[in-house]
């Protein structure tokens, strides 16, 4: 678009929308991207076979012309889409004005980028490989100063951008005890009655969609022999009847929470004092 908005352009794109500011990214037919930075939630399905061309304007303003087919006519090529050949066999070009606006460079976005395609095939690779279940420390939300965590289980479905899996609450010490605020707080309570099942009305603690680049640490220790050892534990002394807590071994504590805060200072939001 920022190469081709002054110029006629008519070609056969796929289109991924974004519904709450209607933004369009289109992607040449093929090559849609695995991930892509936005926020999941905010995106509509791709849409195949979709067509798009704009034409040119001296005003800031341009004209996106959308229409599901493309057409080879003199007058689509020209840039006379309303005036097309065939409108009464592909339907009528539908006009919107539109305004370009230029997205300046993200080194922040562009890190969590990599950063998730990196760890996605990590995560895939120790679910296949690791016994059991594992913990991973998430970045929640800027006010959140203190990691959360999040089990990868057998039951974990991994996609392009996010994988579902169980994400855990903080355990306090004494009742009103505001966790939020305190970075090194590792202690979190994994109920008994946790549900797996998706969709489902239980009254269990059940599984939501987390974003690749908001995992920051895998909670996994590969020795040098190759074996890979938890680097969390269950706190026998504060664990009841009907919940665990874990929290992160003394031998991997500081290192594991250092990660952490790294990967979200670079990433995502720095720490408030």
């Given at each position: 678009?920022?190469?081709h908005h ?16 209607r ?13 892509h930075?936005?926020i ?24 996106l012309?959308?229409?599901k ?9 020209s840039?006379?889409?309303l005036?097309c050949?065939?409108?009464g066999?592909?339907g ?11 997205k300046?460079?993200n ?18 690779e ?7 279940s ?8 800027e ?70 680049s ?19 534990a ?5 664990s009841s ?6 929290k ?6 500081a ?19």
């Open positions: 678009m920022k190469e002054s110029t006629v352009s008519h070609t056969y794109h796929e289109a991924l929308h974004q519904i709450d500011k933004e369009y990214h289109y992607f040449p037919r093929g090559t849609f991207l695995s991930y930075p936005r999941p939630k905010k995106l509509s399905a791709v849409k195949p076979y979709y067509t798009f061309a704009v034409k040119r304007s001296e005003e800031l303003e341009k004209i012309y959308q229409r087919h493309y057409c080879p006519c003199p007058n689509c090529l840039g006379n889409f005036q050949f065939y409108i066999f592909l009528q070009w539908n006009a919107e004005e539109m305004v370009i606006n230029y300046t460079d080194p922040a976005a562009d890190i969590r980028r990599e950063h998730a395609a990196t760890i996605h095939p990590q995560l895939v120790f679910q296949q490989t690791f016994r059991g594992f913990f991973v420390a998430i970045y929640e939300n006010d959140l100063q203190r990691p959360t965590f999040a089990e990868i289980s057998p039951f974990s479905k991994f996609h392009d951008v996010r994988v579902r899996c169980i994400v855990f609450p903080a355990y306090l010490h004494q009742p009103g005890e505001n966790a939020d605020f305190y970075c090194n707080h590792n202690h979190f309570s994994v109920p008994n009655n946790c549900c797996y099942k998706h969709p489902c009305n239980c009254p269990g603690l059940h599984t939501q969609l987390v974003e690749y908001k995992i920051l640490v895998i909670c996994i220790h590969r020795s040098t022999a190759g074996n890979m050892v938890s680097t969390i269950c706190d026998t002394s504060l009847p009907h919940f665990k807590v874990f992160f071994k003394k031998e991997y504590e290192q594991q929470l250092t990660d952490y805060k790294n990967n979200r200072i670079r990433m995502h939001a720095p720490y408030k004092i």
